[in-house]
């Protein structure tokens, strides 16, 4: 499959369960394209997993980290590049990573992004948190606004991520576009 434009980069974003990585390297794969997660990415350059960096730093280094290395894979042309759940709540990093190409933001409910990671890895937004899918919806609340603002939206509620990787790869063929933040 052939995109219109080769060089703009292919970014989602979207909260944590979303399937943003999953969903990212599928496109990339798809489309022969190298693919960058950014929170994989700082991993390996602290050597520390996202919760330890949040538990022994503090989440204000993490974002400072975070905000570099937007700025730096941005730079690259036509990949596909996962950020982290809150890396385009930042003003900057969202204009940064808008420049660089399309923005999608993948949408699910939050009872389905809790069925996604309960159990799975550890989430700093939502240790020692009593309802987990409450904690959710507000973040999704808190950032509907900046979601409303990607490019495309795209609902990844009961569907397959090749199913959701040929919708994207089709909305960025037709530029169709969806609204569910608004």
Known sequence: MEIIDEAKNIVLIGLMGSGKSAIGRTIAKKLGRRFIDTDRFIERKLGKTVPEIFEQESENLFRTIERETIKKVSQYIGIVIATGGGAAKDPENFKVLKESGWIIALYASPETLYKRIAGKKVRPLLLNQKDPVKV????????????????????????????????IIDLLDTEKKVNYYS
């Open 136 to 167: 959710l919806e507000d973040i999704l609340n808190d950032r509907k606004a900046m979601y409303a603002q990607a490019d495309f939206q795209v609902s990844t509620e009961n569907k397959e991520i090749n199913e959701i990787a040929d919708e």
